[in-house]
C-alpha cells in the first residue's frame, strides 16, 4: 500500500505545464512588486494595503515559487504559497472586490498550484491517494 506509483507520462507533463504556468506568473507578479511598478502601488491603495509593502510582498512570493519550482522543496512551497494567497483572498474579500474575477482567482491559482504538483509528484499522489 506504501508504494510509490509511477507517474504516466501524460500526468508527468501536464503536471509540469500546470506548475511552469503558475511559477511564470508569480515570477511576474514578484518582479512587478520588487520594481515597484506604478500599477501596483496604485492597486494597494486601492486595496488598502501600505503601499510600501509592495517590496515584502515581493520578495514573499518570489521566495515561495523559487521553493515551489525546485523539486525538493515544491511541497513546502506551496504550502507557504496557499498561505499567502488567502492572504490575498482576504484582502479582496475586504475591499469588496469582484467575486469571480478578483476574489476567488487565488482560488483558481491555488488549484492550479496543487494539481499541477500532485501530477508530477508520486509522493504527494501517496498522501493523497485519489480513489474510484
Do not use: C
Amino acid at each position: 500500500m506504501n508504494e510509490l506509483v509511477p507517474i504516466s507520462t501524460t500526468a508527468l507533463w501536464t503536471g509540469r505545464v500546470l506548475s511552469g504556468l503558475v511559477i511564470v506568473f508569480l515570477l511576474f507578479d514578484a518582479v512587478i512588486k520588487l520594481i515597484p511598478l506604478d500599477v501596483v502601488v496604485e492597486t494597494s491603495r486601492q486595496l488598502g494595503i501600505p503601499t510600501n509593502l509592495a517590496v515584502t510582498l515581493g520578495v514573499l512570493t518570489l521566495l515561495g515559487t523559487l521553493l515551489y519550482a525546485y523539486p525538493r522543496t515544491s511541497v513546502l512551497g506551496a504550502i507557504l504559497l496557499t498561505g499567502y494567497l488567502g492572504g490575498a483572498i482576504y484582502v479582496h474579500v475586504r475591499a469588496d472586490s469582484p467575486l469571480f474575477s478578483h476574489t476567488l482567482f487565488g482560488v483558481y491559482l491555488g488549484i492550479l498550484l496543487w494539481g499541477g504538483l500532485y501530477l508530477r509528484d508520486e509522493r504527494l499522489r501517496l498522501i493523497f491517494p485519489w480513489r474510484r
